[in-house]
């Protein structure tokens, strides 16, 4: 196998807990996002567009929707006689096998695979972030700083970076120290969670703490992280400047949807020169009848549209009834809302039908506060007839 | 049902090869067809001629087709590619494009499309099917073969011709006409008559066995007789099996620039757009990546079609508008067809037209077809 200068390692084996029943039956980076894609497009398109041919994906929870998903690589143009994409699953090895512990566990446990393609670097990434960035920009500064370890991080709000693991660094943009999920931060520049190593340290540090700590979490952020830092690797900052988004909660991930709309969308995926690939499913085209209102929306083909969309995104295959309104939502693939009915601010799950007259996030509990609240509906329910679901509730 | 790759007889359409054959006359596309054949012509918001055909042999079960070319292929060949998009990139038959080997005798005059098969004749020989399907692409349809293929055989017939009842023909397209018995034995059969029409079409789709195409592909060429349909399939209706088998469902002929306009206008009828785009199976194409259209503030789009990849501000109404295409606010668009990568200015008001790839309307500009006769834009032009 020739050697190849950076190989991509992609973490996706979460569950995504928090998106609840968004991940029943798939794993985080296999969720539906922007009408057309699912999580793992944003990584997968960014390695393509940024050069990077062989691309290592760690699967662990429900990973058989991920594994078609990915397939042979093509959709990415990562089929390759060299590299490409490899799923890698946890396996059995001489003396036995175990479940990825974390996250630089599942890469200990690879380094096999690695060692195939004997890379000078090392890019890890996760499979759950949607943002548009180049790697190959940032394997450049690593170079230029002759960093051991390079993190991505970006800029956050001061009174969010008690959500982050925040980079404290000196004029340089070298690290001095890491905090997590500080109280008083002494900065605001946040890791994204994306990291580049020189590949000969990773590996060196993922070996003795597998074989000297039999507790620990083979974990990036506790374990290899901390003990490179305590011996003076040379750490450095690479500022991204974008849109980045961790959509790991109902809140953020509705957000994420709602950042794709308005004039100039934070997130603008039209972009033709950072395309990101996706499987493609063929439809026909979307549809949008005589009687059809549409306002500030993302919709994909295969759709039919009969009655009301503002403000909305919907995937492939929706169908929206003469008189259903879908305000502030997101609508997964072939899901159908048939007419009369309501829905406002939801996520709304896939192959879901909502049937006449029913309501979706309309009315509010009780007591409710102001504050917005997302209704969420699970892949393949029935909202009965005229029913109501209320502002915040959760089917499935 | 599934059948091992080397098993192949009788009624199974894995016994079953075909050709698609696109060196047919493509003048009267006029601008649509000056820089590509019309086989790669966009039709539907998203996909080319060649797509409806191909993808209908594809969802019968056929994975041995061939392409005959006869000009202007560039863009077909860039389409088609190794025919992934419909499964065709296979190891054992899979797609053949046939080019037309016959140009390289250039002292000699171009005679018809039987030329096109003679030289690919090899092709036809060594496909290891028995029996070949033979269509083109300026019929628009969502066909199913595998019936029609049944009938074929339990009929025994020697040539079966897939045609569609009519009940309105338009002026300005012509049509291949049939008549047939009761029996569906076909006996008249004419290009483009004058006068003296039949009801029944022919959707120039013909079964037969692949020894017989042989057999009439030798008997007309030693003749001096070139035209595939005229003179191999005409010319035998007296002493072949020759019948026809009927398609129910939605029909489009592509033989005229207002035949073209009607038919992706017609798409926006719902029974229209479901009898082509989920009957029998899906339309496959080649896939762009390109991301869900947006329909900004202040957009008023209503019965469309649209691809994806779009950005509309403006006004859009009965039209079809293909990937990637841009309205700007105040832009007025009615009765059209928008092919891909068009950017319509704002304020600029389009009525009647067919604007092809890559046209850029200008700020404020105006420009009115009729409901008969569409004001075609020629690719990459900026209005």
Same mark, same amino acid.
Request: hydrophobic share 40%; net charge positive; proline share 0%.
């Given at each position: 196998m020739p050697k190849e200068e950076m190989v991509a390692m992609l973490?996706?084996?979460?569950?995504?807990? !928090?998106?609840g029943v968004l991940t029943n039956n798939i794993a985080k980076p296999a969720v539906p996002f922007g009408a057309e894609y699912r999580l793992i497009d944003f990584p997968l398109s960014n390695c393509t567009n940024s050069g990077i041919t062989t691309v290592g994906v760690l699967t662990q929870y429900k990973p058989l929707v991920l594994n078609s998903y990915i397939g042979s690589g093509s959709s990415w143009d990562l089929d390759r006689h060299n590299g490409g994409v490899t799923v890698l699953p946890p396996y059995v090895k001489e003396g036995g096998g175990s479940w990825y512990k974390g996250t630089a566990d599942a890469i200990y446990q690879n380094i096999e695979f690695l060692d195939i393609y004997d890379p000078e670097y090392v890019l890890v990434l996760s499979g759950d972030h949607i943002y548009k960035m180049d790697y190959a920009e940032m394997l450049n500064y690593h170079k230029e700083k002759n960093a051991e370890i390079t993190i991505g991080v970006l800029e956050v709000p001061w009174k969010e970076t008690h959500r982050f693991g925040i980079m404290n660094t000196n004029q340089d943009q070298k690290i001095i120290e890491f905090q997590e999920k500080p109280e008083n931060a002494k900065n605001n520049l946040a890791s994204m969670g994306i990291y580049i190593f020189n590949w000969e340290y990773l590996r060196k540090y993922l070996i003795e703490e597998a074989e000297e700590n039999d507790d620990s979490a083979g974990d990036f952020g506790h374990n290899i992280i901390p003990k490179m830092m305590a011996d003076n690797l040379n750490f450095y900052a690479y500022t991204f400047e974008g849109y980045w988004k961790d959509v790991g909660t109902i809140e953020s991930y509705w957000q994420a949807h709602m950042d794709l709309l308005g004039e100039e969308p934070e997130l603008e995926l039209q972009d033709r020169n950072w395309i990101i690939y996706s499987v493609n499913p063929n439809r026909p085209p979307q549809y949008l009848s005589e009687d059809a209102v549409v306002d500030n929306s993302m919709i994909n083909k295969g759709t039919q549209i009969m009655g009301t969309v503002k403000n909305s995104v919907l995937f492939f295959g929706v169908k929206v009834a003469q008189d259903a309104v879908v305000e502030d939502s997101v609508i997964l693939p072939n899901t159908r809302i048939n007419s009369g009915a309501k829905i406002k601010n939801s996520i709304v799950g896939r192959n879901v039908i909502v049937e006449k007259n029913s309501k979706i996030g309309i009315e509010k509990e009780k007591e409710a506060s102001d504050e917005l609240k997302i209704s969420v509906i699970g892949d393949n329910e029935v909202i009965p007839e005229a029913s109501s679901i209320k502002a915040g509730m959760v089917v499935g | 049902m599934m059948t091992p790759v080397y098993k192949k007889g009788g009624a199974n359409m894995n016994n079953v090869m075909a050709i698609i054959n696109n060196a047919l006359d493509e003048s009267f596309l006029d601008k649509l067809t000056g820089h590509r054949s019309l086989a790669s012509v966009p039709f539907g918001? !998203?996909? !080319?001629?060649?797509d409806f055909p191909l993808s209908n042999l594809v969802n019968s079960g056929v994975t041995n087709v061939g392409l005959l070319l006869q000009t202007k292929y560039r863009s077909l060949m860039d389409h088609i590619g190794f025919g992934k998009a419909w499964d065709l990139d296979r190891k054992r038959n899979g797609l053949f494009i046939l080019p037309p080997a016959h140009i390289y005798q250039a002292n000699r005059a171009y005679k018809g499309d039987l030329q096109n098969f003679a030289s690919n004749i090899d092709y036809i020989k060594r496909s290891n099917q028995e029996y070949v399907i033979i269509g083109s692409p300026n019929i628009v349809a969502n066909i199913d073969y595998r019936d029609a293929f049944k009938y074929h055989v339990e009929n025994e017939n020697d040539i079966t011709i897939i045609y569609r009842e009519l009940d309105v023909f338009r002026r300005d397209t012509t049509y291949t006409v049939i008549n047939t018995d009761d029996n569906d034995r076909i006996i008249d059969m004419k290009v483009d008559p004058k006068k003296n029409f039949y009801k029944k079409i022919s959707l120039q789709r013909y079964i037969m066995k692949k020894e017989l195409l042989l057999d009439i592909i030798d008997d007309c060429i030693s003749k001096g007789e070139w035209d595939f349909v005229k003179n191999a399939i005409i010319g035998n209706l007296d002493n072949l099996k020759v019948y026809g088998y009927p398609f129910h469902s939605y029909a489009a002929v592509i033989n005229s620039i207002n035949g073209y306009y009607k038919s992706n206008l017609e798409l926006l009828k719902p029974n229209v757009w479901q009898d082509l785009f989920l009957k029998n199976g899906p339309i496959f194409t080649k896939p762009k990546d390109e991301a869900p259209t947006a329909y900004k503030n202040g957009v008023n789009a209503r019965n469309i079609l649209a691809a994806n990849g779009c950005s509309i501000k403006g006004e859009v109404k009965n039209s079809v508008l293909f990937r990637g295409v841009k309205v700007h606010p105040g832009a007025v668009i009615k009765n059209s067809v928008i092919m891909q990568k068009s950017e319509i200015g704002a304020n600029a008001y389009l009525e009647n037209v067919i604007l092809d790839k890559g046209v850029q309307i200008t700020s404020n500009k105006s420009l009115k077809g009729d409901t008969n006769l569409p004001m075609i834009i020629a690719k990459n032009t900026i209005v």
């Open positions: 973490l996706a084996g979460g569950k995504g807990t !928090r998106l | 918001a !998203r996909y !080319r001629l060649i």
